[in-house]
Each structure stands twice: as C-alpha cells, then as structure tokens.
C-alpha cells in the first residue's frame, strides 16, 4: 500500500538537480529556474549539492537527458556523496524508469517535489484532503513505471510503494482512496460555503501573488494577526481570513496560498475549493517581489494561474513589496514602466520596514469605498458611517 513518508532525519538527503535549456529559453533563465528548483529542494528539508542544465531543442523522450549528461550526473553523485537527483520537469513513467536504472539513486520530478512540501505543510482537514487528492492522482498513471523507483525509496522526500505484483492491488486501493476524498472535499466545501455565506455583507479583500512575496507578511502589518511568514516557498497553505477595519471600513482580508510557475495541474485542481474566498473576493491585492530579478515572469505566472482557477475581479490592487532591497534606478524602473501600466491601481511598498503604507492604506480605502458603494447601489452604505465619521475628523488612516 502506498503511504507518505517523512524526512527520515537518519540520513542527510543530498541532492543533484538537472534541468534542460530547451528552444526558447536563455541559459540565464534557466538557471534562474534551477535556482527557484534549489529553494525547493531546500524547502523540502534535501540540500542541493550540485546543478546541471543541459541546452536541448526538448527533453529527450527516454532518459530527460542525453547519455553523456547521464555520465557526468552519475560521476557527480559520487563526488558530491549525493543520493537523489531532482528534475526540473514532469517526468513519464519511463523517463523515471530509465533514469532510475541509469543513476541508481532515488529520482523526483517537480511536481512530486511540490507535493511533497504541500504534504508536509497542510494543516487543516481541507488541505490535507486537497494534498492528498492530489498526490494519488499524481501517483495514478505512474504506478506501473514507478515500483522499481518506489521500491528504491526507504524513506525521505517522496512516496514509497510495495512490489510489482501489489500494484494492481495499489491502483485499486488508490482509485477508491481518490473517489472517497472527493466526497470528503464535497463535503467539507459544502460546510465552508455556509460559513462564507454567514460574511457575506463584508466586502472581501485577497492577498494573491507568487509565493515569497511577502503576502502573509503583510496580512500581518494591515490586521495585527499572527500568520506564519518566513523565507520558504509555501509557508501558507491554508486560507486565512481575518476581519479589519481601515479608516473605519469593515472588510475580510484573507492571505492564499503562494503561486509558483509550473504548479503541478491535480493540485490547481484540488486547490480551488480553498481558494473560493478569493474567487468570490471584490478586490485582488496582487503581491509582487519587487526585488526578485524574474518578477516580471512571476507576474505572468500569477495571472495565467489565475485564469485558470477562474479568479477574476474587476478590482486588482498591484503591491511591489520589498522595495528596501531595491536600488535607486531599479525603484525607478518599477515605479516608471510597471506602475503606469494598464491604469490598474499600484503602489511601491516595503512591509518589513514599513514604508510607504500610509499609501497602501489610502488606496485600498479607496477601492473598498467604490465597493460598498456599488453594492448600496449608490445610496449611504452603513459600512460607510464609520468613514465619513473618520474622514470629517480628519483621521484617514487607523
Ligand atoms: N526585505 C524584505 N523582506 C520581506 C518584505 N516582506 C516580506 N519579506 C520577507 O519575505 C519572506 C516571505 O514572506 P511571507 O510573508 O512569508 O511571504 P508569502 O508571500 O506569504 O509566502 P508563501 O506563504 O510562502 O507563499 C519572509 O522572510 C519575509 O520576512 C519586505 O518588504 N522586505
Ligand atoms: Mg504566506
């Protein structure tokens, strides 16, 4: 039977990561993308001890990479003493096999590696559903291609699973295992959907944006609450959802789970029940790092990934965070090209120190008043008291 496993502590997990430069792609991007796979690695309790990235016009079919690269990667494992290697893509079932034949040491794709950190991090009996969901049906197709690979595993980073003949006996445990989470998520859905129902007067406000941003970090400034914010990829999982009044605007701020480029499709899938507070949200607070030097591909990313779970608003608030860290003409590059795009409210922040909040607060005040003035249909919105008590005393910010 498959079963998830942990770190096993015994043993230090040391990693070899490959990636390939394929048509269309700079060499400088894909070491960017290595560097984000290291962070990952790291994320997930492995170290990263060596990185290769092969220029191809597309992974080869077979083995990911050519036969000379799978020479070089097999004598660095030994150098560098590791004991995993960790691809930068999907893998088939066969690319696995072969590679696991080839390298004899434990071999994980991205997705499996992104699984694994949201095994690990789910808390609530939502996420854990949601992880779970997703990680069969990861493991589904694989199945026949993985036992030799699965076998290999005595624990650490990934799952382990039995031998070949148990693997009919796997699949079958696995599809009834899938169908009873969905009716578990359905179920847990329908109970979050009352709750929602119970807020509904408020107007929601939701913190969106690749992971590390600094999303949680600002949930914690704007509402005093205690929401873990720490430098690892995926430190929030959960929905969190808060009530906060600015200027005397009450409304509910929630803080999402991070984005990331090529986020594994069974978890975008299974993720979307958490993610309805911010499908029905009024207003998107899209946190951008402004110091990340790929902050313009996690932008893209975010948006597609945002279609895609069919988030939209007709209010988008872009906030570059972590702007202590950035240098004079990088903050003018940002304030010049990115702000004045598309007319979208935007503004420069830095959370940590508090910079430039007041701002932030202004704008958002703003956008939240045009919301509860649309929903009273013009008329005096009594969420709206407070703020024309706060604004005729001339005490804008709370
Ligand atoms: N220098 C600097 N660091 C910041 C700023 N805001 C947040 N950070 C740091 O960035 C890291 C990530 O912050 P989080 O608030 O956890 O980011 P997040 O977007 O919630 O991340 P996930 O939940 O993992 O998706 C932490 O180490 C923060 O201390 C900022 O304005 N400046
Ligand atoms: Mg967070």
Same mark, same amino acid.
């Given at each position: 039977m498959i079963e998830r496993t942990k770190i096993s502590g015994n043993e230090e997990e040391r990693a070899i990561l490959i990636g390939v430069c394929s048509r269309g792609m700079t060499f400088e991007q894909s070491k960017e993308y290595l560097d984000e796979l290291a962070f990952l690695t790291e994320t997930a309790?492995?170290?990263?001890?060596r990185s290769f990235i092969q220029k191809l016009?597309?992974?080869?079919? @077979?083995?990911?990479?050519g036969s000379g690269k799978i020479e070089e990667v097999k004598q660095a494992l030994e150098e560098a003493n590791a004991n995993m290697v960790i691809v930068d893509d999907d893998l088939s079932p066969s690319q696995i096999r072969n590679l696991d034949k080839e390298l004899e040491v434990k071999v994980l794709d991205r997705s499996s590696l992104i699984l694994h950190i949201f095994s690990e991090r789910a808390q609530t009996a939502q996420a854990r559903t949601q992880v779970d969901l997703a990680q069969y049906q990861y493991l589904l197709p694989r199945l026949t291609g993985m036992w030799t690979h699965l076998s290999r595993?005595? #624990? #650490?980073i990934g799952l382990k699973g039995a031998g070949e003949k148990e693997i009919e006996t796997d699949r079958r445990i696995i599809r009834e295992r899938i169908s009873h989470l969905r009716k578990q998520l359905v179920k847990i859905d329908r109970q979050e959907e009352t709750r929602r129902k119970n807020r509904s007067n408020f107007a929601r406000v939701a913190l969106v944006g690749?992971?590390?941003?600094g999303k949680s970090t600002i949930m914690n400034v704007i509402t005093k609450a205690n929401v873990l914010a720490e430098?690892?990829?995926?430190?929030?999982?959960d929905t969190t959802v808060r009530k906060v009044s600015l200027s005397g605007i009450p409304f509910l701020l929630s803080d999402t789970v991070g984005f990331i480029r090529k986020l594994p499709h069974h978890l975008i899938e299974s993720f979307k029940s958490t993610l309805a507070e911010t499908q029905e949200s009024?207003?998107?607070?899209?946190?951008?790092? @402004? @110091?990340?030097?790929?902050f313009e591909d996690q932008i893209r990313n975010v948006n597609e990934t945002l279609k895609e779970l069919e988030i939209t608003s007709q209010r988008v608030l872009t906030v570059f965070n972590k702007?202590?860290?950035?240098d004079e003409d990088s903050r003018a590059h940002v304030e010049n090209s990115?702000?004045?795009?598309?007319h979208q409210p935007a503004v420069c922040i830095s959370a940590r120190n508090k910079e430039n909040l007041d701002d932030f607060r202004q704008i958002l005040t703003d956008l939240l008043v045009e919301v509860y003035q649309e929903k009273s249909h013009g008329s005096p919105h009594p969420f709206l008291q407070q703020y024309q008590y706060y604004q005729m005393t001339d005490d804008a910010t709370e």
């Open positions: 309790g492995a170290k990263a001890v016009d597309k992974p080869i079919n @077979s083995t990911y990479i595993q005595k #624990g #650490g690749y992971t590390n941003v430098n690892k990829l995926f430190a929030t999982l009024d207003i998107l607070i899209h946190v951008v790092d @402004s @110091s990340h030097p790929n702007i202590d860290l950035l990115w702000m004045t795009k598309d």
